[in-house]
């Protein structure tokens, strides 16, 4: 196992639960190689980062396009067990660390529910989790791209166009991933306080109040809502034009930009 170009990133994280950093030059998915190593116990705390994803992926399959060398792109184990029944806050907890590392590098950005990470109207992060239950408790792994570095093609090979944190601030990879692993650890208390994790979330997305437009994956073609919260469990409370109120299940849509 080597840590390459962030072998520095693995030196100062030295004594923290996530100094363990494995490079790789390409995969075809950081999480899917997380995911090989939740149950053992040997790579709790471990970090796999990738110079280029091949086969990428976001919610429900979706793709994730980046050029070589141009985005940050990690899953990390957590080094304690998750409980079962609070397994639906770690995507939450993993962005609001997210965003608290890019604001320390100079961008600021808003999330939004369930997964994204905003620079103004356009995604700048992403969050996937994978995780291994064994009766009540989950070993879990928290997947993580973050657009860096602009490259020729991304207007039109992703839909809709991203935003990058070259956008607003010179951002050097190595100094975001490692704020990214200095969060996390200062964090890891949270996850046992989904309270905290939800109000804190709901803040960061500027909630309640932001307009959403949801596709759900019924027959139901997308509504325009007012997001007003998130539900345990991880469900978004909106309510509608028409004046009635629901919450949308995470499994059941997606946010349209």
Same mark, same amino acid.
Request: net charge neutral; glycine share 8%; charged share 20%.
């Given at each position: 196992?080597?840590?390459?170009?962030?072998?520095?990133?693995?030196?100062?994280l030295?004594?923290?639960?996530?100094a363990?950093?494995?490079?790789?030059?390409?995969?075809?998915?950081t999480?899917?190689?997380?995911?090989e190593?939740?149950?053992?116990?040997?790579?709790?705390?471990?970090?796999?980062?990738?110079e280029?994803?091949s086969?990428g992926?976001?919610?429900?399959?979706?793709a994730?396009h980046?050029?070589?060398?141009?985005s940050?792109?990690?899953?990390?184990?957590?080094?304690?067990?998750v409980?079962?029944?609070r397994?639906?806050?770690?995507p939450?907890w993993?962005?609001?660390c997210v965003?608290?590392?890019?604001?320390?590098?100079?961008?600021?950005?808003?999330?939004?529910?369930?997964?994204?990470?905003?620079?103004g109207d356009?995604?700048?992060?992403?969050?996937?989790?994978?995780?291994s239950?064994?009766?009540?408790?989950?070993?879990?792994?928290?997947g993580? =791209?973050?657009?860096?570095?602009?490259?020729?093609e991304?207007?039109?090979?992703?839909?809709?166009?991203?935003?990058f944190c070259?956008?607003?601030?010179?951002?050097?990879?190595?100094?975001?991933l490692?704020?990214?692993l200095?969060?996390?650890?200062q964090?890891?208390?949270?996850?046992?306080?989904?309270?905290?994790?939800?109000?804190a979330?709901?803040?960061?997305?500027?909630l309640? =109040?932001r307009?959403?437009r949801?596709?759900?994956?019924?027959a139901e073609?997308p509504?325009?809502?007012?997001?007003?919260g998130?539900?345990?469990?991880?469900g978004?409370?909106?309510?509608?034009?028409?004046?009635?109120r629901a919450?949308?299940?995470?499994?059941d849509?997606?946010?349209?930009?």
């Amino acid at each position: 196992m080597r840590a390459g170009p962030y072998a520095d990133v693995a030196k100062a994280l030295a004594g923290t639960p996530f100094a363990s950093i494995h490079y790789v030059e390409e995969t075809a998915s950081t999480n899917a190689d997380a995911a090989e190593l939740l149950a053992n116990a040997d790579a709790a705390g471990r970090t796999i980062i990738a110079e280029y994803q091949s086969r990428g992926a976001g919610r429900k399959g979706r793709a994730w396009h980046a050029a070589a060398g141009t985005s940050l792109l990690f899953s990390t184990i957590l080094p304690q067990t998750v409980a079962a029944e609070r397994l639906w806050i770690v995507p939450f907890w993993t962005a609001l660390c997210v965003r608290a590392a890019l604001r320390e590098c100079g961008v600021e950005t808003i999330l939004q529910w369930p997964n994204d990470v905003l620079l103004g109207d356009r995604k700048i992060a992403g969050v996937l989790c994978q995780s291994s239950v064994t009766a009540a408790s989950a070993r879990v792994a928290c997947g993580v =791209g973050i657009n860096v570095h602009r490259w020729r093609e991304a207007e039109t090979a992703v839909v809709p166009p991203p935003a990058f944190c070259d956008d607003v601030a010179p951002v050097d990879r190595r100094a975001l991933l490692h704020a990214v692993l200095r969060k996390y650890p200062q964090a890891l208390p949270l996850l046992e306080q989904p309270e905290r994790v939800t109000g804190a979330w709901e803040s960061a997305a500027q909630l309640p =109040g932001r307009r959403y437009r949801i596709a759900p994956d019924a027959a139901e073609g997308p509504f325009e809502a007012i997001a007003e919260g998130l539900e345990s469990g991880g469900g978004l409370r909106v309510a509608r034009e028409d004046g009635s109120r629901a919450v949308v299940a995470l499994a059941d849509a997606r946010v349209l930009r």
